[in-house]
């Protein structure tokens, strides 16, 4: 599926010149996600590597499907999918605007992941989310359980997260 149009709110695949666009939106919404959660050296850090225009190509290129959200055609925020295997795919990434969390587009990502699930047969979404962060709560509301914590040494960091998941 290329793209989901609902009344103002769209969702597409995000080619690898809009990858500029992501890492916008990543600097926008990282600080206000993760500020009291992490360091500011390990979000400068986790930026730096995953969210510059060259990491977010190589991962468009190599094993991730970045969708890009709109409102009334602005760019309010991006979801990665990857297929881990036959039966998992991975929501790598879902970070929304913050002025735009709590209005029901979050929940449409969800349902754009769950429905590409869906279209390749595959029966579970899966997850990781910090242990510290807000959106642990949304993930719960939508019917994602946590399957387990996980501690991931990710260079001079660990990355304390829920793995959670949904069953189809």
């Known amino acids: 599926m290329l793209e989901k149009k609902y009344n103002m709110f769209s969702i597409r695949r995000a080619n690898l010149a809009e990858a500029e666009i992501i890492h916008r939106l990543a600097h926008q919404i990282y600080y206000p996600t993760y500020t009291g959660i992490l360091s500011d050296d390990q979000m400068k850090f986790m930026l730096e590597r995953s969210y510059s225009v060259q990491a977010l190509q190589e991962s468009m290129q190599t094993d991730q499907d970045f969708y890009l959200a709109f409102d009334k055609e602005k760019p309010i925020g991006f979801i990665a ?41 595959i029966n579970r979404v899966q997850l990781n989310v910090n242990r510290g962060n807000k959106a642990y709560y949304f993930y719960l509301k939508m019917g994602f359980t946590v399957v387990h914590e996980i501690d991931i040494p990710y260079f001079d960091y660990i990355l304390d997260d829920y793995v959670m998941e949904i069953r189809l």
């Open 81 to 121: 999918l990857k297929d881990r295997d036959e039966d998992i795919l991975r929501m790598e990434k879902l970070y929304l605007l913050p002025q735009t969390q709590g209005k029901g587009f979050g929940k449409e990502l969800i349902s754009f992941a769950i429905a590409e699930a869906k279209s390749k047969n």
